[in-house]
């Protein structure tokens, strides 16, 4: 018998904390955040993190682990992912991968193979450099010319994704988009089940716009303000990160505030968009639309657990 994992993802402002504590609680389960953002300290208002007190006693890893001048990407997730994983099987719980950012999940699921990816300093100075000086459309356009599905898969204004695709091709001599298309193939080593959280287009750009508000509401300026004041800025990674580099570029006098909440939750908005794109192309995916349950929870939560204790995943609920 393979070991169980649950994944539990979905595009942002869907719901996907909230189920996953209740999921977590009646099987025995801990929390692996699949999340780009939330793994780093003092960053918590706009990258939606969990507080303590909604855990409700869940374990919960890869949450508040770096320091925002610390590197993370795709194959240090994919390391302490495991590390994780192993800890959940070894506590004789059940891991729940639970997050948005797609990529991530896949370099679990299916064991996808990093291995020739490791990074070359004067590669990525390079490309960081053409960035600053030519902007990130200079960049996207060298990806288009050696990668075209790679081009077409990752917006222009994501530089660390269009660094790591072209890094990739200068290392190995084809596209990554080719070798991420055979990793795909591999069976899982998991027995899985892979929930996709959605909801209806209007209610969920909906969500978006309250949530934009609420963290604003709770601070989001003075948050981004203390990171500036740490010596955060827009070259770093944890920077990227929606709601930061807005709310940055309005500190750093490049914009106005009302111009960079209007550009938040529009680029939002957009990322939800590519979210489920995303996850359209995966294998396996078992789609929880909330307007099939009424947006009732409790509803879509007892259709998860039937389909785990159909597949062998789930024995006895807590």
Request: some cysteine.
């Amino acid at each position: 018998m393979k070991p169980p994992l649950i994944i539990l993802a979905g595009p942002t402002a869907s719901g996907k904390t909230e189920l996953s504590v209740k999921l977590a609680k009646k099987i025995n389960g801990s929390v692996i955040s699949a999340d780009s953002m939330q793994v780093y300290r003092f960053m918590d208002i706009g990258s939606a993190k969990i507080k303590p007190e909604e855990m409700r006693g869940i374990p919960h890893y890869l949450i508040d682990e770096l320091l925002p001048n610390e590197e993370f990407n795709i194959v240090i997730f994919q390391k302490l992912a495991r590390k994780y994983i192993q800890e959940i099987y070894d506590a004789g719980r059940i891991p729940i991968l639970t997050g948005g950012t797609g990529f991530y999940i896949q370099s679990v699921l299916y064991d996808i193979n990093f291995s020739k990816e490791e990074t070359s300093a004067h590669i990525r100075e390079e490309l960081e450099e053409t960035a600053r000086k030519d902007g990130p459309l200079a960049l996207h356009k060298q990806l288009a010319m050696v990668d075209e599905a790679s081009a077409r898969a990752i917006h222009p204004n994501n530089i660390k994704r269009t660094i790591r695709a072209l890094e990739f091709f200068r290392q190995n001599g084809y596209p990554i988009s080719e070798h991420n298309a055979s990793e795909r193939q591999k069976e899982s080593k998991y027995q899985f089940a892979y929930f996709v959280l959605n909801d209806e287009r209007n209610r969920l750009y909906e969500r978006i716009e309250r949530r934009v508000d609420l963290m604003l509401e709770q601070g989001l300026l003075k948050e981004v303000e203390h990171l500036k004041n740490m010596g955060c800025h827009k070259d770093m990674v944890s920077m990227q990160g929606l709601g930061y580099k807005e709310l940055l570029s309005y500190l750093n006098g490049e914009n106005s505030l009302e111009e960079a909440i209007y550009i938040l939750k529009r680029d939002t908005r957009r990322f939800a968009k590519r979210q489920l794109t995303w996850f359209r192309r995966e294998r396996d995916v078992i789609w929880l639309n909330k307007h099939d349950f009424a947006c009732d929870t409790d509803a879509i939560l007892d259709r998860m657990i039937t389909i785990l204790q159909e597949k062998g995943i789930v024995h006895e609920l807590q």
